[in-house]
């Protein structure tokens, strides 16, 4: 394998407070006669304002995604044939909603033109052809999935991400105003997704320049907005967004680590969604990220929001069992965190004993 990864980034980016208000003229490019674009915005904006605020034009659609459960393999192949049995091409998938509307976008573009089923390309760089044109625009902050080279999916064996360079969006559009009024317990979870990526990016073995450029800045503005600040306010707004491309492009370029490791078994096994599953492990880390977990308690508090307790109460052994082996599958998220010895320090044993405290 070569030495340094040659990364496919997005194409083009907007930044700014009624950017989503350029959606026509961004797309308008982009449509290849009368194919439609396809909007799949999170199923939360059902009734509201913002889909109205759509520029669709001739045979355009919008579909609400049901993002009660992060997004299947299944959900992905169901969206993608239908809609090449109505249209047999469309022009574009504009993913617009937190991680799982825009993953859903990037899955479902892919699966436009590669045969099969999304579950068969479940891995790294087994997507043969480019989708078709993607844009993500996020209503959530925190997850990077607007920057990131994957689509995180679960399948019929495993949950894993469709990593390739033709995941990434060819557009995105960060409009701050998008975010307002996300409710604080889940703008929390998923801005401590961006914390945590800021924390597994910097404490990491894989660390390089690049990643800690990003990593530095998306931590600053984590802690002005998390602990500094008196109060919640636009300018928070605005900075989550810019601290979650950061982050994300900070992890790009290197991995995640224990609290992601640990926090994939979690939702394996119990379906728990990614920021909040974060959190949960997050909050008993002392032992690997001991500044990064005391600063985290520290939000927690200030932001008086709820970290669930006791989830793995009462579980089997077998469930630990599976939980341990999602988790211990997770081979470069280990090696970025502990080192190249990291089996000889996360043994099954002090694992299962991590996911019995949570
Ligand atoms: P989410 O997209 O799962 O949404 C969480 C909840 O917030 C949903 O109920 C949704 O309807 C609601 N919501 C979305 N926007 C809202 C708004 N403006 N106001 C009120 N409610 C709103 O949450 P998330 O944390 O953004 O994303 C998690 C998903 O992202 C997971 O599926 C995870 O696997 C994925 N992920 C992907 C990457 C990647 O690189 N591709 C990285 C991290 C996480
Ligand atoms: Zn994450």
């Known amino acids: 394998m070569s030495k340094f990864r040659n990364f496919k980034m997005v194409d083009y980016v907007i930044y700014g407070r009624g ?22 915005v999170d199923h939360f904006f059902e009734g509201k304002t913002l889909p109205g605020r759509i520029p669709l034009q001739g045979k355009d659609k919008i579909i609400f995604a049901d993002v009660t459960n992060e997004p299947k393999t299944t959900y992905v192949d169901k969206i993608s044939q239908e809609l090449k049995d109505e249209f047999g091409t469309v022009s574009g998938l504009i993913g617009i909603g937190g991680g799982s509307a825009m993953d859903l976008a990037k899955a479902v573009s892919l699966m ?64 701050p105003e ?8 889940q703008r929390f979870y998923t801005g401590m997704d961006c914390y945590i990526h800021c924390i597994e990016s910097l404490q990491g073995t894989y660390l390089n320049e690049f990643s800690k ?24 707004d ?10 994300g492009m900070s992890i790009a370029y290197s991995q995640v680590g224990v609290a992601h490791a640990v926090s994939y078994g979690l939702s394996f096994l119990l379906g728990t969604r990614h920021g909040v599953g974060n959190c949960i492990v997050m909050d008993h880390l002392e032992e690997y990220y001991p500044q990064g977990t005391a600063e985290f308690k520290r939000m927690v508090e200030k932001n008086e929001v709820e970290i669930p307790k006791g989830i793995c109460y009462g579980l089997t052994d077998e469930e630990f069992d599976k939980m341990i082996d999602v988790s ?20 099954r044993t002090k694992l299962r004993e991590l996911y019995e405290k949570l």
Do not use: H
Not at 178 to 185: E, G
Not at 238 to 247: F, I, T
Not at 328 to 347: S, V, Y
């Open 19 to 40: 950017s989503f208000n350029q959606l026509d003229e961004i797309l308008s490019p982009n449509r290849k006669g009368d194919s439609p674009m396809i909007f799949l």
């Open 112 to 175: 436009m033109t590669n045969p099969g089923s999304s579950a068969d390309y479940q891995g790294w760089d087994l997507v043969k052809f480019p989708g078709v044109y993607k844009a993500g625009i996020p209503t959530l902050s925190g997850t990077g999935a607007e920057v990131s080279r994957t689509t995180v999916l679960t399948g019929p064996v495993r949950k894993l991400g469709m990593n390739s360079d033709f995941t990434p969006f060819n557009q995105i559009v960060l409009d």
């Open 178 to 185: 998008l975010v307002a009024n996300v409710p604080k317990n």
């Open 213 to 236: 450029s990003y990593g530095d800045k998306a931590l600053d503005l984590c802690q002005e907005i998390f602990l500094e600040k008196d109060s919640w306010d636009d300018d928070s």
């Open 238 to 247: 605005d900075k989550l967004m810019m601290a979650s491309y950061a982050g």
């Open 328 to 347: 211990l599958g997770m081979k470069p998220l280990w090696e970025n965190a502990l080192g190249k010895d990291w089996e000889k320090i996360m043994t």
